[in-house]
């Protein structure tokens, strides 16, 4: 009979193929004490929100990522990684464009923290001055001092919290214990030897190397560029299509070098580790790490360390199918940890928190994204500039292009562009060339703009709006001439001139600016053409042109 007959055997044996078990009773046996599961699930699930969770919070000696289902299958992604192009960080999971002041490049990002800078911004900002039908909202922050440097991220409340967690863990890791007198210690083993690994792992200096960049922009102040002064600072935004901008001022030098930090360059190079004293070569002039076996120092640890702990993790992945009672605690500890990995996966930071303490001093909010932009250019000139080629990659309309080329901004406010705004005041702001109208909010020390400040704007709007339908002969120009901006060097006869004129001939002369505007300047390089539009095309069909081939003056920026 042989091996035929055991698997044939009668059904009233305990043996082969036929037992007296069925269903009901391997269902109540497994969810009694579920151990086959154990591993898988601690293979398989969650380490992507591991991966995030460190990001969001490692780079100190302690980091608050508990020890969780998932942690097998991170450690051995991570030699992956290490092996590949050497970074922990995860790619960046929100579009960012870098846009530096002082130069006026900008650079695509490519690092997860700046990417969270920007999400999150738009998060909690929309629930203090929500944007409802605006197109734009364009946030002007300052740099303040950060006392930590760029060697060690900040600690937060979340530390607390991955204290917390952890203490609960160990709680409920230790019932089994204390149930069978110290007999069943296999749950209570497995949650601190896991609890190790994890803060060994969040610990790795290559955290921070990766997060934080060398040091703070500098110099503060102004720069100079082209003979004439430049803001000093960064542009956050998506890009074309999105609604949110973030302008951070760097005047007092304190800003972190995010255009650095954008690049996000591989730590198997020199570069990332020159912030470490210990992990640097210490040499004059030397722009160089210390190595070993051709790796910086600090690359070199983050190889090992890898290596150890993805062994480890093997080691304790074999050790957990020999827990064959009471292995629901085991699974309430790595749940627990599970859930609270993934709380900090997901959780909004302010960027004080990540290392880049900001002052909120201003909001512009605009119905138009064209408005918005020359509203910024108003408050900090070159700043708008800036944008208009990301915002508007096309031609111009012919109005908007005189506006632009306009450089005083006593003379802003007369073009054709902003007497339409303002005689289109009951849907959009009035332009911020006639003073600091509606549509900028002022912000307290580091305050959110509360809803009184909100409403005190409309307020203002339907103010001017009365003033309009009472005053309807000559009420823009009456509006134009009492909002006069303190005029620039040289400007103060050719204002005049207009403001003496009548209405009607205020009129005719901005007219034949607006006409003359495309035969001004020549014998002047193309070179000199403003970046915001391209080429000396004009289109006669939807009334959109480009910059003539020759200015008499330069833009904003070369």
């Known amino acids: 009979m042989g091996w035929w007959a055991t698997i044939w055997s009668a059904p009233g044996?305990?043996?082969?193929?036929?037992?007296?078990?069925?269903?009901?009773?391997?269902?109540?046996?497994?969810?009694?004490?579920?151990?086959?599961?154990?591993a898988t699930?601690?293979?398989?699930?969650?380490?992507?929100?591991?991966?995030t969770a460190l990001a969001q919070t490692a780079g100190n000696w302690y980091n608050p990522v508990c020890f969780s289902f998932g942690w097998l299958s991170y450690s051995l992604s991570t030699l992956v990684d290490v092996f590949g192009d050497g970074k922990l960080l995860p790619p960046p999971d929100y579009p960012v464009k870098v846009f530096n002041l002082a130069s006026g490049y900008q650079r695509e990002n490519r690092n997860w923290i700046i990417g969270r800078?920007?999400?999150?911004?738009?998060?909690?900002?929309?629930?203090?001055?929500?944007?409802?039908?605006n197109a734009i909202r364009i946030t002007?922050?300052?740099?303040?001092?950060?006392?930590?440097g760029c060697l060690s991220v900040r600690y937060s409340k979340l530390h607390i919290l991955g204290i917390i967690t952890m203490t609960v863990q160990f709680i409920v890791a230790s019932i089994p214990t204390i149930l069978t007198n110290g007999q069943e210690w296999g749950v209570l083993f497995v949650t601190a030897i896991g609890t190790l690994l994890a803060i060994i792992m969040g610990s790795v200096p290559q955290w921070a190397a990766e997060k934080l960049p060398r040091g703070n922009q500098s110099p503060a102040g102004k720069l100079s560029r082209g003979g004439r002064q430049v803001p000093n600072g960064y542009i956050l935004t998506a890009g074309n299509g999105s609604r949110d901008v973030i302008v951070i001022q760097n005047d007092k030098g304190h800003c972190m070098n995010l255009e650095e930090l954008s690049a996000h360059e591989s730590p198997m190079n020199s570069r990332p580790w020159l912030k470490f004293k210990r992990r640097s070569s210490g040499e004059r002039?030397?722009?160089?790490?210390?190595?070993?076996?051709g790796y910086p120092k600090g690359f070199f640890i983050t190889l090992c360390t890898s290596m150890a702990l993805a062994i480890a993790w093997l080691l304790?992945?074999?050790?957990?199918?020999?827990?064959?009672?009471?292995?629901?605690?085991?699974?309430?500890?790595?749940?627990?940890?599970?859930?609270?990995?993934?709380?900090?996966?997901?959780?909004?930071?302010?960027?004080?928190?990540?290392?880049?303490?900001?002052?909120?001093?201003?909001?512009?909010?605009?119905?138009k994204v064209m408005d918005g932009l020359m509203d910024l250019e108003m408050n900090i000139p070159g700043c708008g500039n800036l944008l208009v080629p990301e915002f508007y990659p096309g031609h111009l309309l012919k109005d908007e292009y005189e506006w632009w080329y306009e450089e005083d901004p006593n003379k802003r406010k007369k073009t054709a562009y902003d007497r339409k705004r303002i005689e289109e005041s009951d849907r959009r702001y009035l332009p911020h060339s006639l003073g600091r109208p509606d549509g900028h909010t002022t912000f307290g020390a580091a305050d959110i703009p509360t809803e009184a400040a909100h409403m005190k704007r409309h307020v203002h709007a339907m103010s001017r709006e009365i003033h309009m339908e009472n005053n309807p002969q000559g009420s823009i120009d009456q509006l134009i001439m009492t909002n006069e901006l303190p005029s620039t060097s040289g400007a103060e006869d050719e204002a005049s001139d207009t403001k003496a004129l009548p209405t009607g001939q205020s009129d005719a002369k901005i007219s034949s600016l607006?006409?003359?505007?495309?035969?001004?300047?020549?014998?002047?390089?193309?070179?000199?053409?403003?970046?915001?539009v391209?080429?000396?095309?004009?289109?006669?069909?939807?009334?959109?042109?480009?910059?003539?081939?020759?200015?008499?003056?330069?833009?904003?920026?070369d």
């Open 13 to 38: 044996q305990n043996h082969g193929i036929w037992s007296n078990d069925n269903t009901s009773d391997d269902l109540a046996r497994e969810w009694r004490n579920p151990s086959v599961i154990i």
């Open 41 to 51: 699930i601690l293979m398989l699930s969650g380490d992507s929100v591991i991966r």
């Open 117 to 133: 800078i920007v999400r999150d911004h738009q998060t909690w900002i929309s629930k203090q001055e929500p944007l409802g039908d």
């Open 140 to 148: 002007i922050c300052e740099a303040e001092h950060n006392r930590l």
């Open 285 to 293: 002039n030397t722009e160089l790490a210390s190595e070993i076996w």
């Open 316 to 367: 304790l992945f074999i050790t957990i199918p020999a827990l064959r009672g009471h292995t629901w605690f085991f699974i309430m500890v790595g749940g627990i940890g599970l859930l609270h990995n993934a709380i900090i996966a997901g959780i909004r930071r302010k960027p004080k928190q990540r290392n880049l303490p900001l002052k909120y001093k201003d909001i512009i909010v605009a119905r």
């Open 514 to 532: 607006q006409a003359g505007s495309n035969h001004l300047g020549e014998g002047v390089s193309s070179s000199e053409q403003p970046r915001s």
């Open 534 to 557: 391209s080429g000396p095309r004009q289109s006669q069909s939807d009334g959109r042109t480009n910059a003539p081939e020759n200015l008499t003056k330069a833009p904003v920026w």
